[in-house]
């Protein structure tokens, strides 16, 4: 898979991609990424990117131009389809459901958009705008660093332990069950006493169990979606009627019931 990103701080996105797990992706060949900087694709002296907004108004727009050579140039670069992403508030949320269907195409573009925002007609040449969460950032450099993050755990041998990315906590739909290492006290802080159990099958069990109470509590939204086996149907129901024993009595001492 191969992907370009178009930028005006291509310093900021390359020392990103050159750490961790992406770094090694891409000096391994797994993953090819081209960093673009839109300056290069300008015609003036001043390798300008911006102007002002047409109708008036605070703040500068980003000029179609630079980016339409920009695509054309990494168009004909690349043999096959490129698929053109642009990273904006505007955008559809980005998920690990999208990462995956983002990893399915052979090119990506992603186009990093910076000041108020980019000139409308450029988005006639753009496949997928999306948004990385509802709050504004000063650019899209970070969008697409979290995007191309995302995507690469995807590529088969980028992250060492497929086991991992398989469990992954949106993987399942799930979020993650509770993690600890040694030492197995600290303070009076003790790791759970199944964990050190030995006990394979109990310890499966209670980390499911743990990863469905939390989504539970926290992201109840998940479990819609989420694919459960029998186990953990099972686990869930428990948990549930758990809850409901428990909000039953908090709203019975409320409501000053108990202990009358
Ligand atoms: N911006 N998810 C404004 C974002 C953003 C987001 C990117 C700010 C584009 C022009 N992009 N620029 N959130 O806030 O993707």
């Known amino acids: 898979m191969t992907i370009d990103v178009v930028t005006i701080f291509p310093a900021m996105v390359e020392a990103a991609l050159a750490v961790g797990i992406v770094g090694r992706a891409i000096e391994r060949g797994s993953l090819e990424v081209t960093v673009r900087d839109l300056r290069a694709f300008t015609a003036d002296r001043h390798h300008v990117v911006d102007d002002v907004p047409y109708g ?101 041998g980028v992250v060492g332990d497929e086991q991992s990315v398989a469990e992954d906590s949106f993987s399942r739909g799930l979020l993650d069950f509770p993690h600890y290492t040694r030492p197995a006290v600290v303070g009076a802080d003790r790791v759970p006493d199944v964990l050190l159990s030995g006990n394979h099958a109990e310890i499966r069990r209670w980390r499911k169990r743990e990863s469905l109470a939390r989504t539970l509590a926290r992201r109840p939204d998940l479990l819609k979606t989420a694919t459960l086996d029998e186990e953990e149907r099972r686990l869930l129901a428990e948990l549930k009627e758990l809850k409901e024993l428990k909000d039953g009595r908090i709203a019975e001492l409320q409501n000053g019931k108990t202990g009358q």
């Open 56 to 156: 008036g108004g605070p703040g500068m727009v980003m000029k179609p131009e630079p980016i339409f050579r920009a695509l054309d140039v990494i168009e004909a670069e690349r043999v096959g389809d490129c698929h053109v992403v642009l990273t904006s508030p505007q955008g559809s949320r980005f998920t690990q459901e999208v990462a995956r269907e983002l990893g399915q195409h052979e090119h990506v573009v992603v186009l990093c958009g910076r000041y108020e925002g980019i000139d409308e007609r450029v988005r006639a040449r753009v496949d997928e705008e999306l948004s990385i969460g509802d709050y504004v950032l000063s650019g899209g450099e970070l969008p697409a660093l979290v995007i191309i993050d995302a995507v690469a755990r995807l590529i088969p």
